[in-house]
């Protein structure tokens, strides 16, 4: 069982870049994948990111790679989006969420089992 809380959303221009926190606190967090996600009104959740329970493998929305880079930190239950280069599309609320098989690339939202609340990133241009 793991709790999520994300944080580190806001305004920023164009251009600009952003880190968001996510932070967990199960005790099984390193058996995890975590995944980033991010969803507009009208719009199915898109996946963003994943990254595997050791972090020794990323995968990016392809539109995204480059941009995007995701980390964890198992020592502190915590993973983390950068977000460079954001663009007015990048407009989203931005949810973490874990996924209890720890491997591979998964990219649907029914894949994982938790979810955090979500932090708005808002990109002005």
């Known amino acids: 069982q793991v709790q999520l809380v994300e944080s580190g959303g806001g305004l920023v221009q164009a251009g600009g870049s952003l880190r968001l926190s996510c932070a967990a606190d199960?005790?099984?967090?390193?058996?995890?994948?975590m995944g980033w996600f991010r969803q507009t009104p009208g719009k199915e959740r898109e996946f963003v990111g994943r990254i595997i329970w050791n972090g020794g493998e990323e995968y990016y929305a392809d539109s995204l790679k480059g941009r995007f880079t995701i980390s964890r930190d198992n020592a502190k239950n915590m993973a983390y989006l950068q977000m460079n280069r954001l663009e007015p599309e990048d407009t989203a609320v931005y949810y973490c969420?874990?996924?209890?098989?720890?491997?591979?690339?998964?990219?649907?939202?029914?894949?994982?089992?938790?979810w955090g609340q979500g932090t708005q990133v808002t990109v002005s241009s």
């Open positions: 199960g005790r099984t967090f390193s058996t995890y994948a």
């Open positions: 969420a874990a996924d209890k098989v720890p491997t591979t690339r998964r990219s649907r939202p029914e894949n994982y089992d938790y």
